[in-house]
């Protein structure tokens, strides 16, 4: 599956507080070659009000302006940057392209550099693309393609699909609690309410005093975990390299993005 190219964005901060990120960076150019802070608010698509505390925030963190504004005028007052606001610029810009080069010497085998990092009371993140979407007028039908031949189906609110802008060809990482799996024994395809029935091989078992948890391998090298009772564990008889079928319910798959 091809995944695009790593990415990160730098922010600014001094202290716990008045962190700046690259829209405001983005302001600040704008300004910069407009003259104008209106004229910059409406190139960027943001309110008078919205540009003009960023540029309070900006030169509130640093010990002298970055812009100078004044009033006047039916079109707005000028405003312009001073030598510390062009130098500030110059090494934003040149510490994003020194990251991007970072980036493309970590490869496609970084891609998961995010998931490691990432802190969720779900034992399964799965990253991948959103081959489709059944749109209806409450829920949404959503299918992610995990790897190749191996899809997971949530059914969200059609509120969240809007929230979260998942569209075809976009990312998403599936969030799926232990226990909201169910195990089958064996490969053959089960009669089923559950939207998602994916084939792997038990990789692990680890019996507790009341719960078992179990690895299940799956295609690519994906790993899911689930978790069930020790009688249920006995009496299915799972054992390192037995075949099993996961069974998970589409409205039990959270959807997330970055």
């Known amino acids: 599956m091809s995944l695009p190219p790593l990415s990160s964005a730098l922010t600014l901060g001094r202290g716990p507080t008045g962190r700046v990120g690259a829209d405001r960076i983005a302001l600040v150019e704008a300004i910069g070659e407009e003259g104008s802070i209106t004229k910059a608010s409406k190139r960027l698509g943001i309110s008078y009000r919205a540009a003009w505390d960023g540029v309070q925030a900006l030169n509130n963190l640093f010990d002298e302006p970055l812009v100078l504004a004044s009033t006047g005028g039916a079109g707005g007052g000028a405003a312009e940057l001073t030598a510390r606001g062009r130098k500030l610029i110059a090494a934003y810009r040149t510490m994003e392209a020194r990251l991007a080069e970072a980036w493309a010497l970590v490869g496609d085998g970084g891609s998961d550099i995010w998931s490691l990092g990432m802190k969720t009371s779900a034992r399964n993140a799965f990253r991948g693309v959103v081959e489709h979407i059944t749109d209806g007028a409450v829920n949404c039908e959503v299918t992610l393609k995990i790897a190749e031949g191996l899809n997971i189906t949530a059914i969200v609110t059609r509120t969240s699909v809007e929230d979260l802008g998942l569209a075809v060809g976009g990312q998403a990482i599936a969030l799926i609690k232990a226990n909201f799996i169910i195990l ?75």
Do not use: F, M, Y
């Open 184 to 258: 089958a024994a064996g490969k053959e395809s089960l009669k089923t309410s559950a939207r998602n029935q994916l084939r792997g091989k038990v990789a692990s078992r680890t019996d507790g005093a009341v719960n078992s948890e179990v690895a299940v391998s799956l295609a690519e090298g994906k790993t899911l975990i689930a978790t069930l009772t020790k009688e249920s564990a006995q009496d299915l008889d799972l054992k390192t390299g037995d075949p099993v079928i996961a069974l998970i319910k589409a409205p039990h798959v959270i959807l997330a993005v970055e």
